[in-house]
């Protein structure tokens, strides 16, 4: 199948998702944002933390596969990423579909363009995400057409991040969509893999690998964050879930039957799908099975501000301290092949780049391959943030 993935604000990030997960992935062509693959494998959007939008090729013209659609209005929406598109190239494009079936008789509504593209809330606002057959959002690049088969869920994203019950800033706040590229750059899992995230915090990892279907095992060094995590998991167990389709659909495996007082039954994965304890990282023994390591290491001080050098040398040592420490601890606890996916500070400079702790080599010495496509890492970060996180994606040897 031939797909198009408009990936998110950080490409290089979304494209490594993608291309950890489907290994079978047939690069079609590089382009900054969008990312159009062939794969053999089935995709579902709510489980890409980096892909806003995936759309699929139109074999036929664009106004062909319209044609096709079952009687009732029609709510039609253009996206165009060709070189020289504009707001006005794609509304005339939306334009002439929406003249051409009037005059086949149909009742055509069109999404106004703001600018060449939709933006992702748009689309998922006017229900363009693939999920009703009349509402259609096709996407133009040059000469090809595309439709679009999935949406970014970002008010689920949104929900389920703000409506836990125990958050804590300090920690930094892990979003959401991160934590499922931590797990994702994991590669293919086995359905029932139980994940481990030594540094659980909060527990957003934990969260989002229980959303996709997975075991999962949190530790931390601060029995408040224990606390945290099992308060943030129990509630979500009891919680509706608040998520998508295609999530639940994931989730619903190893389902128990919850009564919900008025009856009804609640799907949702088993209270012993998850387990959080106390234990730091560099010392600690874990309970087995672990099939991945998928976690948010320690990030170090908050910043507000670039810090000074003698500040910046502290930290690195600090926090590689930590990471060395824990990445020795665990080698002798895990199989090999099992993937590791951490991520780790990276400090902003003056200069507007980030400082990286250099311990790649460290961490291959200790038994672990880097499995970064490049060495120049994987940075996540805001516009300004000080301590961007660098992902290391690794595996033991
Ligand atoms: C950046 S936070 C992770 C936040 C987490 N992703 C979440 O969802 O809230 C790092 C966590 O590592 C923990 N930590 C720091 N040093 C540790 C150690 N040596 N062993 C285990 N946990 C540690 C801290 O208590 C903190 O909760």
Known sequence: MKYLAVLGRQPEISKAELEALFPDVRVLSESYQLFPFSTDTNINIDRLGGTLKLAVGLEE???????KISEGKITIGVSDYSEKASQKTATMEALKLKR????????????ANKTATLSTAASLHNGLSGKNERKVELVKV?????????VQDIDAYAKRDQARPARDAKVGMLPPKLAQILINLCGPLPKRARIL???????????????????????????????YSKKN?????KTKFIQSEGIRSAAARGVAREPRGDGRE??????????????????FNWEQPIDAVACEGYL??????????????????????????????????????TPVTIAVP??????????????????????YNVNNKSREGLLYYREGQVVARDILILRKK
Request: proline share 4%; with cysteine; hydrophobic share 40%.
């Open 61 to 67: 013209k664009p106004l062909d596969s319209l044609l």
């Open 142 to 150: 040059n000469n090809d057409w595309y439709k679009v088969i999935g």
């Open 346 to 367: 990276a400090w902003l400079r003056e200069n507007g780049e980030y400082s990286r702790m250099s311990i790649l080599d460290e961490i291959q010495k200790l038994g």
């Open 100 to 111: 051409i079936l009037v005059k086949h008789g149909r009742s055509v509504r069109v999404v």
């Open 266 to 283: 609640r799907r949702g994965p088993k209270m012993n799908e998850f387990r959080v304890s106390f234990g730091d990282a560099i010392s």
């Open 300 to 337: 170090g001080k908050p910043f507000s501000k670039i810090p000074i050098e003698m500040e910046l040398k502290e930290q690195k040592q600090e926090c590689g301290t930590i990471v060395l420490g824990f990445l020795k601890n665990l080698i002798g606890q895990i199989k090999k092949n």
């Open 197 to 227: 995230d030594p540094f659980c915090g909060t527990g957003v990892v934990l969260q989002e690998a229980l959303l996709m279907g997975y075991r999962v095992y949190g530790t931390d060094i601060s029995e408040r964050m224990v606390e």
């Open 233 to 237: 998991l129990e509630w979500l167990m």
